[in-house]
């Protein structure tokens, strides 16, 4: 079976600007969790999607939000992009849910500059 | 009190020894434990999950789990230097919304 993946691997922004982040599940998996990892701030826990729908959220400002498609892809966007948004986007799949087994991705490099 | 705690580290153990690597979390619900493995530059990766009191062992690694003392911990046999990396502890916390929350790592280095 073919592991999660995401897309692109590294991004370059400008301040201001916006993003989108691309992340497959593995195949059969309908849960898509995003985190945040940061050198400062560890792994924090952005929002989660089931079946299309959004069913946990994190501390998280509003510039963050995300959706999933019916073939369980999800998409997160940040918007207007601030220097500390610099980070490791990780995209995690679970067959069941976020309470359970996690398999995360290879993440996508952001960089604000 | 941060929900999901770990020693940072590092922790040295030489090749061979057994490292034991511990982690406490805050929330007396919480149902699923879990403990992922992170080289540098790279992403998690599961090793473990434990749900009940008592020990579970997958190969080298066995985790142990203890609720009425809200701690976890990760022990892995004969340490290899392949084995030095981050290792991370994540609860699912069970208040409210189930989220999960991970700590903040414990760095292993294993000394050939």
């Known amino acids: 079976k073919a592991g999660v993946t995401q897309t692109p691997r590294y991004l370059i922004k400008t301040r201001g600007q916006q993003v989108t982040l691309s992340c497959s599940p593995i195949?059969?998996?309908?849960?898509v969790s995003w985190y945040q990892q940061t050198p400062g701030q560890g792994l924090q826990f952005l929002f989660e999607y089931f079946s299309e729908t959004q069913r946990n959220k994190g501390n998280f400002p509003g510039r963050f939000s995300g959706r999933q498609f019916s073939n369980s892809r999800s998409e997160m966007n940040v918007s207007t992009l601030e220097l500390g948004d610099s980070a490791l986007y990780l995209c995690?799949?679970?067959?069941?849910?976020?309470?359970?087994?996690?398999?995360f991705g290879p993440g996508t490099r952001l960089t604000v500059t | 009190q941060k929900e999901v705690e770990q020693n940072s580290g590092p922790l040295s153990v030489p090749e061979g020894a057994i490292a034991s690597l511990n982690c406490t979390y805050s929330d007396r619900v919480s149902q699923s434990f879990f403990w992922y493995r992170q080289y540098s530059g790279k992403s998690p990766e599961l090793i473990m999950s434990?749900?009940?009191?008592g020990d579970k062992e997958d190969g080298r690694f066995t985790a142990q789990l203890n609720k009425a003392s809200q701690y976890v911990s990760l022990l892995i046999r004969d340490s290899q230097p392949s084995d030095s990396a981050t290792y991370l502890c994540a609860v699912n916390i069970a208040s409210g919304t189930y989220k999960y929350i991970f700590g903040t790592g414990t760095r292993l280095k294993v000394l050939a």
């Open positions: 995690a799949s679970s067959l069941r849910g976020s309470g359970y087994e996690q398999y």
């Open positions: 434990i749900y009940s009191n």
């Open positions: 195949s059969g998996h309908r849960s």
